[in-house]
């Protein structure tokens, strides 16, 4: 999942981003309203935590705009402004929680995963075949065997599970779970497919993920064929009877 983190604190944008990378999400980080405003319309973001002041606009301006251009993610007000009416103002001008500065990082945490789980009316158990993805616990099975994966790994196999039988290039998979830009060189999001392939599909004679020539990959269950109906055998010939 990508978030967008608006916060003109260098410092307290890079405690942010750090946690929540660590976290296992995507994260872009504006300084500015203007810049928030760019990325908004650029890339389809699944939560924004949005400081109330920045340099160059009001944070509820940004807001506005941002309800005004798209139905738009989760918004999640971060300020230092902590007054009753300063909160109601933000939760009625559209925001979807409010926490005030300083926080707690972990509290901070619970709330985005409860806005996720809010936004989103995508499952929280993501199922192929017999592969199963819990979103919350993180946890991953096949045929009812735990398999472990790593913060990248997991992500990519939830972003392809919620697109199941949809080729996804490399450039919306890195754009979705890097935070970075896809410059048609790296082969990162091969590498990670052999990693996902070895643990998922290696021990199993039903393959789940699949390349998709000149495009990119897909997970899809394969589609079983029905069983052929027996054929009768030849009626055998009656003798005609005799005059």
Known sequence: MRLLVVEDEKRIA?????????????????????????????????????????????????????????????????????ALDDRVRGLEQGADDYLVKPFAFVELLARVRALLRRGQPAPERLQVADLTLDCIRRKVNRAAEPIDLAPKEFGILEYMMRNKGRPLSRTMIVEHVWDMDYDGLTNIVDVYIRHLRSKIDDRFTQKLIHTVRGIGYMIEAPVEKPPEAPTEPPAEPTAEPQA
């Open 14 to 82: 890079d405690f942010l981003c750090r946690g929540l990378q660590g976290a296992g999400y995507a994260v872009d980080a504006a300084l500015n309203g203007g810049t928030a405003l760019e990325f908004f319309q650029a890339t389809d973001y699944d939560l924004v935590i949005l400081d109330i002041m920045l340099p160059d606009m009001d944070g509820l301006q940004v807001l506005e705009k941002m309800r005004d251009r798209k139905a738009g993610p989760p918004v999640l007000i971060l300020s230092a402004r902590g």
